[in-house]
Each structure stands twice: as C-alpha cells, then as structure tokens.
C-alpha cells in the first residue's frame, strides 16, 4: 500500500482529501491541530507549523521514516488586502508557506521516489493563480508560482516515473471559501451569480480528482495545471 503526505490535513480541502484517500492508502497527515488530526484516524500524523524551520527538519525525519510515495501540498494561506497596504512580514510568511514549503516538502520526498522509479506530487493552487485576483495579489502570486514549479519539476522527474501536477479549484465549499468571501467586497450571491456553473465547488470533488492523478491511470498526466473551478476560468 502507498503511503501519502497530506499537509493542512486538518480541515478544509485537506482533510476531505485525507479522509477519502485513507479509504485505499496509508496516509499521514500534517497541520497544526493536534487535536482535528487525532480525529481523522489516519495511519500516523505530525504536528508540524510549516513556516518554522524547526519544525520542517524535524518533518524531514518523519517523511524519510515512513517512505513517502505521493505528496499532496495542500497546506497555505489567503488574504485579501491592497498592494499599498501589505506589511513584509505578512509577504514573507504567506510566500513562504504557500510557495516555498511546498518546493522543500517535494525535496523531501523525491530521493524515496526516486529509488523507487515511482512518485506522485500533487500541488493544490487556484483558480486565483491562474486569472489573478484584485486586492488578493499576493496570493494568486504565491499560487501562480506552483505552476511554474510544477512544469519544471515535472520535466526533471519524468524519466523516473514521478507526475507532478497542480489542481486549481475555484470558489469552494469550506471554511476558508466562507472567510474569504467574508475579506472580499462582494456577498456570496454575488460571487455564485460569476460562476458559469452557479455553485462552488465540492472539497471531494478535489479529493477524487486526487485519486485518479496519484493512480497509475493518470501516469501520462504530468506538468499539467488542472482547473477545477465550475467555468469560472473559461469567462462569464
């Protein structure tokens, strides 16, 4: 049975995605709630604050121990503020969670993959990367730069049989989808009114797009940025 990290497996997207692929896999989660982790009943978990580098080696002894094979990057952040506004700390941290971690976790698990000639990183963007979002920039900046990374990264995995893929959901179901509609200027009627679709989208609707891209159906699927967004990608 493969074995999967799913980091900011404690609620949101994360942990719909930890909860169904439990179903089939050895999953290990990582977040900063103890507590909702122990709730989730997976194979083994690690508290672990993403942005402190202590914690991060301390990940790396856990990652190495249980012989990841597939790499969801699901953990970040979203705020919603003018350019003019934004102090350096708050940049510095939601770059560094939302797009350097993700690099250094792949890092992590890639000398396993490789060993192997198997692997799997799936990294969860957004639509925000993909069209850019106003008074959210540096999100969608932080978001926009997985795509890069999973283009390149895909081209230098390819030949030891590791996929790397992004999937950008759109407006979606969960507590983070709920608090930045809260940030934003606009009520939640107004934002499902410029979805083609006129819905958000389900967190499980990520999870098992998940399951068909870690699975060896989907081995010819690399490099690719998926968008999962009900239209909202395609205009209005």
Request: hydrophobic content about 40%; aromatic content about 8%.
């Amino acid at each position: 049975m493969k074995n999967i990290l799913v980091t900011g497996a404690s609620k949101g997207i994360g942990s719909v995605i930890a909860t169904v692929l439990n179903t089939e896999y050895n999953v290990f989660g990582v977040a900063r709630n103890k507590e909702l982790l122990k709730q989730l009943h997976l194979s083994d978990y690690f508290v672990c604050d993403l942005t402190n580098d202590g914690n991060l080696t301390a990940l790396r002894d856990f990652v190495s121990k249980n012989k990841i094979d597939i790499l969801i990057n699901d953990a970040g952040e979203y705020f919603y503020e003018k350019i003019e506004d934004i102090k350096s700390d708050k940049l510095e941290h939601i770059f560094k969670l939302n797009a350097v971690v993700p690099i250094s976790l792949a890092g992590m698990v890639i000398p396993n993959m490789k060993l192997q000639k198997w692997g799997r990183i799936v990294n969860i963007g957004s639509i925000s990367g993909v069209m850019g979002e106003a008074f959210a920039s540096a999100y969608s900046a932080t978001k926009a730069s997985l795509i890069g990374f999973t283009r390149a990264a895909a081209l230098e995995l390819a030949q030891d049989n590791i996929t790397v893929n992004t999937i950008n959901p759109g407006w979606i179901n969960t507590d983070l989808g709920e608090n930045s509609i809260e940030q934003s200027d606009f009520s939640k009627e107004e934002i499902i009114e410029s979805i083609p679709q006129k819905r958000f989208v389900e967190p499980d609707e990520v999870a098992n797009l998940i399951k068909y891209l870690i699975s060896d159906d989907a081995k010819g699927i690399t490099g690719q940025s998926i968008n999962l967004c009900a239209g909202l990608s395609v205009g209005y």
